[in-house]
């Protein structure tokens, strides 16, 4: 297998991989052999090629029956004979994250909106309820903490802050984790709450992430890895007609 990285300027890093014998079966009676082989960085030249950063991989290879010459034994060839091949990339990452915070600003939704004062607002909420349930089988925890801005007089008006939202799955001592982290909670907003959202004409929505055990210990990333949400919403309305 000759694989190579070409960048646009045109330096170039072959993988420099062995020549590698696959699997075959003893006789035409026998059911296809299976088996894999690996190419890694004890093996090949694939960290300088993936630190290369090429534009284009270009791969090309060639087979040999018979590499080391008679054996004792007679080829074969049937009808239903076949080479069914198949790549898999796994690349490890190894990292820790702690209190790294992301924020993203928004136009408020709920403002308040005199104008059209005919569909339920947040002015007939006595209160409002989001209950959270997460399964997350990542090993990275977000805790969410959402502004109220008055963009008008640049001040703060109020905030809500959501502890926890997700846990991060805890990992063993090779950084995989090891289970799901499974949570609930519900975040309540009173009135004076609702006032303050409807007051305010952005909302500056920041997450903070923590890998497992407060971003201590380095993890990993598999692909086996999912997580779950649910969500619902519930509230006291109270409305004339």
Do not use: C, W
Request: glycine letters at 8%; a negative charge; aromatic letters at 8%.
């Amino acid at each position: 297998i000759n694989v190579v990285g070409k960048r646009d300027d045109g330096t170039t890093q072959a993988l420099n991989a062995p020549p590698i014998d696959i699997q075959y079966p003893a006789d035409p009676s026998e059911i296809p052999a299976v088996g894999s082989v690996t190419l890694d960085k004890n093996n090949t030249d694939i960290v300088p090629l993936i630190d290369l950063h090429p534009a284009r991989i270009v791969y090309q290879g060639r087979a040999r029956l018979n590499p080391d010459g008679f054996q004792g034994f007679t080829n074969f060839v049937s009808l239903g004979s076949a080479i069914v091949g198949d790549l898999e990339v796994e690349v490890p990452l190894e990292f820790r994250i702690q209190n790294l915070e992301l924020k993203d600003t928004m136009d408020n939704p709920f403002e308040s909106n005199p104008v059209d004062s005919s569909e339920i607002g947040l002015e007939d909420l006595d209160y409002a309820k989001l209950y959270i349930s997460v399964n997350n089988g990542f090993p990275i925890g977000i805790d969410f903490k959402i502004y109220m801005y008055d963009s008008v007089n640049q001040a703060m008006i109020d905030s809500i802050v959501i502890d926890q939202a997700i846990d991060a799955a805890p990992v063993d001592n090779t950084g995989r984790v090891t289970e799901p982290a499974t949570g609930s909670q519900v975040v309540e907003l009173g009135r004076s709450d609702l006032d303050h959202l409807q007051m305010a004409q952005k909302l500056i929505v920041a997450g903070i992430f923590n890998t497992s055990n407060q971003g201590s210990v380095d993890v990993k990333i598999y692909t086996d890895y999912s997580i779950n949400f649910n969500f619902a919403f519930s509230a006291k309305a109270t409305v004339g007609f």
